[in-house]
């Protein structure tokens, strides 16, 4: 991160009114250098007595005494620092993920009640690690794996679900990554779901994000990717124009080039070209035609071919 780690992250919320003051006051640290640094200094802090918190949580709530909020968010930056280490197997940077929680822990000071009768440090929690899955299921993955509330909840336990199935497995096989059909009814009586959602959601968590374009590869010759099957050419709006006017073309305009021949040269074309027989064979042949009309084969081949040049002149001033 290119700042040190404050309780204010980038984005601040509607329900945080005074948070931009709050940078100015005594709610902000000195730049550390690094997030060691930031961590080190933080478990530092000293922590507020029952009294002391209630006294600075009367204080915000009846005076909006951004002082008292700078302390009570101070004294529990190292709770946002020991949730966010639960969430380092995501692969997503600690940082970014303290910060996040002390957003988390911002809105709870902010709706913080010492009447409650129980400590900030027991509320926070809950805002904490809300903030901390938003971000998670937002960056994660380019794609959403959990939308609904009941997918969301399902997506953070089945993790740390199956990773204590591998460490209690009995077969001793603890990197196999597939629960087998015993675990995942286990897990699912467990989370009060259904079996078929509890595979939906490990298949989902399995699945890697693939880049639809890969470009180049190392040897400067094009990858293969999936936006090359993927890709409808159907609806390409060239593709939709062009294939409406064949339609067009082998409907109206046909129609209206048969109109342009005479008789014969109409009933000779559609015998040639247009007709087909409920077992897929043609129409007549040039010598059956011929018979018909007591010509050649070579007439019936010359009134063909000229009706022919006569119907594309005609198909050319429809275009």
């Known amino acids: ?17 005074v ?6 006051r005594s709610l ?68 970014d993920l303290i910060q996040e929680g002390n957003v988390g822990l911002m809105k709870a000071v902010k709706r913080f009640d010492p009447e409650q009768g129980v400590r900030l440090v027991s509320y926070a929690i809950h805002w904490i690690k809300a903030e901390i899955h ?35 497995a009995a077969d001793g096989d603890t990197h196999r990554e597939v629960l087998s059909d015993a675990e995942v009814g286990l897990v699912a009586r467990e989370l009060n779901v259904k079996p078929d959602e509890v595979r939906e959601m490990e298949t989902r968590l399995a699945g890697g994000d693939v880049m639809l374009d890969p470009g180049p590869g190392d040897d400067g010759e094009e990858a293969f ?15 939709v124009l062009e294939s409406a006017h064949r339609d067009r073309l082998a409907t109206e305009g046909v129609a209206q080039a048969m109109g342009e021949l005479d008789e014969r040269s109409r009933r000779i074309v559609s015998e040639r ?12 042949t040039l010598h059956e035609l011929a018979a018909e009309y007591g010509v050649s ?16 002149k005609a198909l050319a001033g429809y275009a």
């Open 28 to 95: 902000t640290l000195p730049p550390l250098g690094n997030l060691d640094a930031y961590i080190s200094a933080v478990n530092r802090l000293p922590l507020l007595s029952l009294e002391e918190e209630q006294d600075a949580a009367r204080r915000l709530r009846d005076h909006n005494d951004l002082d008292a909020a700078g302390r009570l968010v101070l004294s529990h930056l190292r709770l946002v620092v020991s949730i966010s280490r639960q969430y380092l197997g995501y692969g997503l940077p600690h940082g």
């Open 134 to 168: 938003e971000y998670i299921l937002k960056n994660w993955r380019m794609v959403k794996l959990a939308t609904t509330k009941a997918q969301r909840k399902l997506f953070f336990n089945l993790r740390s679900r199956k990773q204590g199935l591998r460490a209690e």
């Open 273 to 284: 070209w247009l007709k087909v027989n409920d077992d897929g064979s043609g129409g007549m």
């Open 225 to 239: 990717g999936p936006i090359a099957y993927l890709a409808d050419q159907s609806h390409e709006p060239t593709a």
């Open 297 to 312: 084969a070579e007439r019936i081949r010359q009134i063909e071919v000229a009706a022919m040049k006569k119907m594309r």
């Open 19 to 24: 948070a931009g003051s709050w940078t100015n």
């Open 1 to 17: 991160m290119s700042h040190s780690l404050i309780p204010v992250a980038a984005a601040p919320s509607s329900d945080l009114a």
